[in-house]
């Protein structure tokens, strides 16, 4: 199909000049960035000014609470909570009561708490107040034990001074801002006494119990002018510094951008019309964007979706074919290295042995397989043959196969000369978690070395090749079962023959048998048992290699169609 120029498709118009767009544009983006830089300067710096006065607040009120005596603020606060429990928190009431506390008995404790206070306010620098209160959690009552009386203050005249038991209502927000150690404090702006911000620290008893907090209320009233200048100051530099930018960026646009983007559309208009050149991937977004402006800009925008196209096509091509390679290529490396570790294949495999040879090998189809062949001495006088194919493909048939092989040894290294009892279990293990429900063709035989006895079980695979000392290779017919993991519950049979001296017995699996040439034709057991008979009296390793090198002849070149396995054995006695 041939891919559609949306270049060609724009219409031809009156492109206007850029000079005009700059100009606002400019001054627009001037006045953007000047705003935004204006209101995060003064954010920034309002913020870190309001943090440093609330630390400083929270560092008196440290002072205090280390400072104060332990006893009397137990004493006090609990005078003040009495007079708190006790009143129907009517000012005049509150009042009063406060006026009978700080007069009665308590009256010492209560002027050493505030001679503290006093101590470290007239310490510091602020117009500071300094008060000790407790807080109750079910009512949401901050409660006022003691504040500081100013010089000429008068008790229960001066509205700012609080007796003890008074009531500060205070929500969970509000005294989490008065008493975390990090972050701004609880700011609050009053027409007395302008912006205020506080800060609480606890004070805990000689016995580690709580006896309520000291709050510092620092005036923010200076703090109030400093922004304000700052804030005109910055404006003012600001401002200024935007407008000579502006005029400055409006003429080095003027200049630099309408011929640059000119030059760009003729280039990549050739770049469009090149074929074969290589490309680097760019963002996908020419082709979603309506930039239909009417100047050179549209121009270049209709460009850059033709290109974007060829760009996305090509390179999400080359992209996810070579990454996918890559991956696939370096896990099917590994995995083949691993499988092939898991297969016997160091020949001759039993040197000490006389009385038999045998070659075997696995060739996978592609990188992994799901072939198994294994052979091992199960005693002095009994040797397990294994071979098998398992359903499926990839992956997930090389590790059913691996799990297959480990399981068919470990069972007939237990159970013994007994393949239908080694098969059984077998099946009834792989059976257990088998969600792939993959299954596994499998031909295991026990040979007693000593007799030429040999006994198999035959689930579901090709039939094998006898060899014969005086009569060459045949199919043997014997007794097939269904394959291993097909069903839970099977019956395996046994089959039997007897190896004299000389003979040979060949075990492949349907990657032989059902080779494909060109034309689609099979290799076929026809033509396996004729490579067989070429020369039968060879050694296992010569027989296996003249069968691979018929059925190399027959594929003409053709990609393997299934994993090819073969083993032989040639039994010669004693």
Request: a negative charge.
């Amino acid at each position: 199909m041939k891919k559609e120029n949306i270049f060609e498709k724009g219409k031809t118009r009156l492109f206007k000049s850029l000079r005009t767009r700059i100009f606002f544009l400019t001054a627009l983006f001037g006045l953007v960035v000047g705003s935004s830089a204006v209101m995060i300067g003064y954010t920034m710096y309002s913020g870190s000014t309001d943090l440093i006065y609330a630390q400083q607040a929270l560092r008196t009120a440290q002072i205090a609470a280390a400072l104060i005596d332990k006893k009397d603020a137990q004493i006090a606060r609990d005078a003040a909570l009495s007079v708190y429990d006790g009143t129907e928190k009517e000012v005049d009431e509150e009042k009063k009561a406060g006026l009978v506390v700080l007069n009665g008995e308590h009256k010492e404790s209560f002027a050493n708490i505030e001679r503290t206070l006093h101590e470290v306010r007239d310490a510091t620098e602020g117009e500071d107040q300094v008060y000790y209160m407790t807080y109750d959690e079910d009512r949401g009552h901050m409660v006022f034990i003691v504040d500081i009386v100013d010089e000429g203050d008068k008790l229960g005249e001066n509205g700012d001074f609080f007796f003890p038991g008074t009531v500060w209502l205070v929500d969970p927000e509000t005294k989490e801002l008065l008493t975390n150690t990090e972050g701004k404090g609880y700011t609050v702006y009053s027409s007395g006494t302008g912006m205020v911000v506080s800060k609480a620290s606890p004070v805990i008893g000689q016995n580690g119990e709580d006896l309520g907090y000291i709050g510092v209320d620092l005036m923010l009233s200076d703090v109030l002018g400093t922004k304000r200048a700052y804030l005109i100051s910055y404006c003012l530099t600001v401002g200024v510094l935007v407008l000579g930018l502006s005029f400055l960026l409006l003429r080095l646009l003027s200049r630099a951008t309408v011929e640059p983007i000119k030059r760009l559309e003729e280039g990549c208009r050739d770049f469009i019309n090149r074929l074969g050149t290589e490309v680097v991937n760019a963002p996908h977004f020419f082709a979603d964007l309506d930039l239909h402006t009417g100047d050179e800009i549209e121009k270049l925008w209709l460009m850059m979706a033709d290109l974007e196209v060829n760009i996305a096509i090509s390179m999400r091509r080359i992209k996810v074919m070579t990454t996918e390679k890559e991956r696939v290529d370096a896990e099917l490396s590994i995995a083949n290295q691993i499988q092939s570790s898991m297969l016997p294949c160091t020949f001759p495999a039993f040197p000490d042995r006389k009385e038999f040879d045998l070659f075997a090998r696995m060739v996978p189809a592609k990188e992994v397989g799901g072939d198994l062949y294994d052979y091992f001495l199960i005693d002095e006088d009994h040797l397990a043959l294994v071979i098998g194919d398992v359903s499926g493909k990839g992956i997930s048939a090389a590790l059913f196969m691996v799990m297959t092989k480990q399981l068919l040894k470990t069972r007939t290294m237990t159970d013994g000369a007994d393949p239908v009892k080694t098969i059984t279990d077998v099946n009834s293990l792989l059976m257990e978690d088998n969600k792939a429900r993959l299954f596994v063709t499998v031909f295991l035989g026990i040979l007693t070395i000593s007799t030429g006895h040999f006994i198999y079980v035959n689930a579901g695979h090709e039939y094998p090749a006898v060899g014969r000392r005086d009569g060459g290779f045949t199919i043997d017919k014997d007794i097939h079962s269904a394959p291993v993991a097909a069903r839970k519950k099977m019956v395996f049979k046994q089959n039997e023959m007897n190896l004299e001296p000389g003979d040979t017995l060949y075990l492949y699996t349907d990657g032989i048998a059902e080779a494909h040439d060109r034309e689609g034709n099979m290799f076929g057991k026809d033509r396996l048992i004729a490579a067989l008979n070429e020369d039968p009296d060879a050694s296992p390793r010569d027989i296996d290699d003249r069968v691979r090198e018929r059925v190399r002849e027959f594929e003409q070149g053709t990609e393997a169609f299934d994993d090819s396995t073969s083993l032989c054995l040639k039994y010669y006695g004693h």
